[in-house]
């Protein structure tokens, strides 16, 4: 017996047969149907009708043959209708979107006008093929134009709609829309950097008596005052102690035995820089090239030498001066003499400009750095923007030289590296730099390029920025410099010179032009119209004839000295009352130096600065001088020449 009973459903194959035979005759009715209705379309139809229609006939004769096919392409050019639809919906969404970000450029909306007009017309030829499918896109249309700010959420379902059009008409949409915050890198400055060891601007108020300074030594102290210095700048009493700490424990190392850390000084001009480096080396410094001073011209550097000089005086201390002011062999022969046939240096202290120095260490086989335990590196900014000569790195090369001399190899020097048990000894001399200038750059990319060692920073600027971003290089000017500037007309500017000299009695006075040919051109002038002495600075000029047209300056014999840069920069003319800028300055570390001939060690002075229409807007926005803008807008309001 069967436990189970399986029926088998015979239905279908049961009337096959008939069903097949009914099918057909339907499938033929309908055939016929669409037949009769495309001929009279055609009929309808003009005969001056374009190649599509020709094409459609010939498609129309081909669905004939093929009725299943037709069925599938009907199918097709369905799907083909809904994404079409569809674009006319994304354009119509994208439209509402373009609304809401109102950030969109009007080049991109232009465009998308574009494409939502070209989409219009897919739609219109939507429109022939159902006209029940316009009136539908059309009140679609019209209700997505009558309601335009729409909730947020239709409009999902639009970017939704419109995701799945794309999706189904194969194209992926690339690239987030999201508005994601991007986390800010915060750069930080250097500690050294952030944190300076504050320098008082004020020269009169924060005056330090000699002896109150820590370190000095009694003959030194007399010099001082046989000099007529009393007491010292905020400057020297921060930064003579610093460094005569740091070689507290000798020449060989710094404080705990480890390397000294490397100085900068960025102080307003005329604030007594030289003398912060002048003391200390002197005090410290022996025989052999301990010390090194590079300067970046001549009139500098013979500046420098001159303060040594006074400062060495009575002691066993030599200074040398290589500059190019003297021939080479002369130099030669001050540098160094032999005895013996063993090389001795006869300098102590080294002051030299850049070229000079490298000259003398690539051809000067008798001149050695081995012992140089001070490399100052006055206007320190100027000086990193010559770095391209890699003077730096030959003096470098030329301190870490290696003798092959076995006595002197208890203090052989190692370029320095990671500090390790065995780098500490032998003990080194190490190479301490000092930096000093008006306008030293805050910029660590480019301090990067002295290869400083911690260094330690004093500063008279800070600004208490940390973050990079917010860095601008700021300087402080002298207190006691009044600054103003005169709008006037090119023709006006030699009147206006002459009105100051003659009229006004502004002298002695140092007047900057921005060439050597605006300079000759004015200098002539001036002696042409005549009634006041005048004289020329600049590069054309042999080094002899500046200087003495600087001696002659500094004495009073010219009230009027008509200069290039040359003269900018660091120049030390006691008694200028005030600075003329002819030619109003590009920079201003360059407008911050010239202006600094005057108000200097804390006296008082002015400065001028002519300029023309289309320079005020320039001058004024140079960023440090907002402050200055401000005051001098005000005060020009009142008297305009
Ligand atoms: N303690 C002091 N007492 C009186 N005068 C001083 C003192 N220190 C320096 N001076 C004088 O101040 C003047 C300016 O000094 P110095 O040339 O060193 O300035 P600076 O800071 O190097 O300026 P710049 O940045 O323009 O080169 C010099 O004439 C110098 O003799």
Redesign the pocket.
Same mark, same amino acid.
Request: glycine share 6%.
């Given at each position: 017996m069967a436990l189970f009973m399986i029926n088998r459903y015979l239905g279908e194959e049961e009337d096959c047969e008939s069903s097949r035979e009914s099918r057909s005759r339907a499938l033929l009715a309908k055939l016929q149907e669409q037949v009769k209705a495309r001929e009279r379309q055609s009929i309808s139809n003009t005969p001056d009708e374009d190649d599509d229609h020709q094409g459609d006939k010939e498609h129309k004769k081909r669905k004939c043959e093929e009725p299943e096919l037709e069925e599938v392409q009907c199918k097709t050019k369905k799907s083909e209708k809904v994404r079409k639809t569809d674009l006319a919906d994304e354009v119509a969404s994208s439209a509402k979107k373009k609304k809401k970000r109102k950030s969109l450029s009007t080049e991109n909306e232009s465009m998308d006008t574009g494409e939502k007009e070209s989409n219009n017309e897919k739609s219109i030829e939507i429109t022939e093929t159902s006209e029940s499918d316009i009136a539908e896109n059309k009140k679609t249309e019209e209700e997505e134009n009558k309601k335009p700010e729409e909730s947020v959420e239709p409009q999902i379902s639009q970017e939704a709609k419109t995701e799945n059009s794309s999706s189904q008409s194969g194209f992926h949409i690339l690239g987030g829309f999201e508005e994601k915050t991007v986390q800010k890198v915060k750069r930080v400055l250097p500690q050294w950097l952030a944190q300076p060891d504050v320098i008082q601007r004020d020269i009169t108020s924060n005056l330090i008596p000699i002896s109150e300074v820590p370190g000095i030594c009694p003959t030194l102290l007399k010099k001082l005052e046989t000099n =007529?210095?009393q007491?010292?700048?905020p400057?020297?009493a921060e930064v003579i102690p610093a460094i005569l700490e740091s070689v507290g424990s000798g020449l060989l190392v710094g404080p705990g035995g480890y390397r000294p850390r490397d100085i900068c000084v960025s102080?307003?001009? =005329?604030? =007594?820089?030289?003398?912060a480096f002048v003391i200390p080396v002197v005090q410290r410094v022996v025989r052999e090239v301990r010390a090194l001073a590079v300067l970046p011209t001549k009139e500098l550097a013979q500046?420098v030498s001159k303060v040594f000089s006074t400062y060495t005086e009575g002691t066993s201390l030599k200074v040398v001066m290589i500059t190019g002011q003297k021939t080479f062999a002369a130099e030669q022969i001050a540098l160094s003499e032999n005895r013996g046939g063993v090389s001795h240096s006869l300098a102590d202290i080294v002051v030299a400009t850049p070229g000079r120095l490298v000259d003398h260490i690539n051809k000067n086989s008798n001149f050695s750095l081995q012992h140089v335990r001070f490399l100052i590196i006055d206007?320190a900014d100027r000086m990193i923007d010559g770095m391209h000569q890699s003077w730096l790195s030959q003096v470098t090369k030329a301190v870490y030289r290696s003798t092959g001399d076995t006595q002197a190899s208890v203090f052989k020097r190692i370029l320095p590296g990671p500090i390790t048990v065995a780098s500490l000894s032998p003990p080194q001399i190490p190479l301490q730099k000092l930096l000093?200038?008006?306008t030293l750059t805050q910029n660590p990319e480019k301090l990067q390029l002295l290869d400083l060692h911690q260094p330690r920073l004093f500063s008279s600027t800070h600004t208490c920025t940390e973050t990079i971003t917010q860095i601008q290089d700021t300087f402080n000017f002298p207190q006691g410099l009044t600054e103003y500037y005169i709008p006037c007309t090119l023709s006006k500017k030699p009147l206006i010179i002459l009105h100051f000299l003659l009229r006004l009695k502004f002298s002695p006075a140092l007047c900057f032009t921005n060439s050597r040919q605006a300079a000759h051109r004015l200098y002539l002038l001036v002696k042409l119209f005549g009634g006041v002495e005048v004289a020329e600075f600049s590069s054309k000029l042999s080094p002899g004839e500046r200087q003495k047209t600087l001696k002659d300056f500094e004495q009073g014999k010219i009230p009027l000295l008509i200069s290039t840069d040359a003269a900018a920069?660091?120049i030390?003319i006691?008694g200028v009352k005030c600075v003329i800028n002819y030619d109003a300055p590009q920079y201003i570390r360059t407008y911050i130096?010239r202006v600094?001939r005057t108000a200097?060690?804390g006296k008082v002075g002015s400065a001028f600065t002519f300029l023309l229409e289309v320079q005020e807007k320039n001058f004024l926005q140079m960023q440090t001088l907002a402050e200055l803008s401000k005051v001098v807008k005000e005060e020009n309001a009142k008297k305009r020449f």
């Amino acid at each position: 017996m069967a436990l189970f009973m399986i029926n088998r459903y015979l239905g279908e194959e049961e009337d096959c047969e008939s069903s097949r035979e009914s099918r057909s005759r339907a499938l033929l009715a309908k055939l016929q149907e669409q037949v009769k209705a495309r001929e009279r379309q055609s009929i309808s139809n003009t005969p001056d009708e374009d190649d599509d229609h020709q094409g459609d006939k010939e498609h129309k004769k081909r669905k004939c043959e093929e009725p299943e096919l037709e069925e599938v392409q009907c199918k097709t050019k369905k799907s083909e209708k809904v994404r079409k639809t569809d674009l006319a919906d994304e354009v119509a969404s994208s439209a509402k979107k373009k609304k809401k970000r109102k950030s969109l450029s009007t080049e991109n909306e232009s465009m998308d006008t574009g494409e939502k007009e070209s989409n219009n017309e897919k739609s219109i030829e939507i429109t022939e093929t159902s006209e029940s499918d316009i009136a539908e896109n059309k009140k679609t249309e019209e209700e997505e134009n009558k309601k335009p700010e729409e909730s947020v959420e239709p409009q999902i379902s639009q970017e939704a709609k419109t995701e799945n059009s794309s999706s189904q008409s194969g194209f992926h949409i690339l690239g987030g829309f999201e508005e994601k915050t991007v986390q800010k890198v915060k750069r930080v400055l250097p500690q050294w950097l952030a944190q300076p060891d504050v320098i008082q601007r004020d020269i009169t108020s924060n005056l330090i008596p000699i002896s109150e300074v820590p370190g000095i030594c009694p003959t030194l102290l007399k010099k001082l005052e046989t000099n =007529g210095i009393q007491s010292f700048f905020p400057v020297q009493a921060e930064v003579i102690p610093a460094i005569l700490e740091s070689v507290g424990s000798g020449l060989l190392v710094g404080p705990g035995g480890y390397r000294p850390r490397d100085i900068c000084v960025s102080a307003p001009t =005329g604030s =007594g820089k030289t003398l912060a480096f002048v003391i200390p080396v002197v005090q410290r410094v022996v025989r052999e090239v301990r010390a090194l001073a590079v300067l970046p011209t001549k009139e500098l550097a013979q500046q420098v030498s001159k303060v040594f000089s006074t400062y060495t005086e009575g002691t066993s201390l030599k200074v040398v001066m290589i500059t190019g002011q003297k021939t080479f062999a002369a130099e030669q022969i001050a540098l160094s003499e032999n005895r013996g046939g063993v090389s001795h240096s006869l300098a102590d202290i080294v002051v030299a400009t850049p070229g000079r120095l490298v000259d003398h260490i690539n051809k000067n086989s008798n001149f050695s750095l081995q012992h140089v335990r001070f490399l100052i590196i006055d206007e320190a900014d100027r000086m990193i923007d010559g770095m391209h000569q890699s003077w730096l790195s030959q003096v470098t090369k030329a301190v870490y030289r290696s003798t092959g001399d076995t006595q002197a190899s208890v203090f052989k020097r190692i370029l320095p590296g990671p500090i390790t048990v065995a780098s500490l000894s032998p003990p080194q001399i190490p190479l301490q730099k000092l930096l000093f200038s008006a306008t030293l750059t805050q910029n660590p990319e480019k301090l990067q390029l002295l290869d400083l060692h911690q260094p330690r920073l004093f500063s008279s600027t800070h600004t208490c920025t940390e973050t990079i971003t917010q860095i601008q290089d700021t300087f402080n000017f002298p207190q006691g410099l009044t600054e103003y500037y005169i709008p006037c007309t090119l023709s006006k500017k030699p009147l206006i010179i002459l009105h100051f000299l003659l009229r006004l009695k502004f002298s002695p006075a140092l007047c900057f032009t921005n060439s050597r040919q605006a300079a000759h051109r004015l200098y002539l002038l001036v002696k042409l119209f005549g009634g006041v002495e005048v004289a020329e600075f600049s590069s054309k000029l042999s080094p002899g004839e500046r200087q003495k047209t600087l001696k002659d300056f500094e004495q009073g014999k010219i009230p009027l000295l008509i200069s290039t840069d040359a003269a900018a920069r660091g120049i030390d003319i006691s008694g200028v009352k005030c600075v003329i800028n002819y030619d109003a300055p590009q920079y201003i570390r360059t407008y911050i130096h010239r202006v600094g001939r005057t108000a200097r060690a804390g006296k008082v002075g002015s400065a001028f600065t002519f300029l023309l229409e289309v320079q005020e807007k320039n001058f004024l926005q140079m960023q440090t001088l907002a402050e200055l803008s401000k005051v001098v807008k005000e005060e020009n309001a009142k008297k305009r020449f």
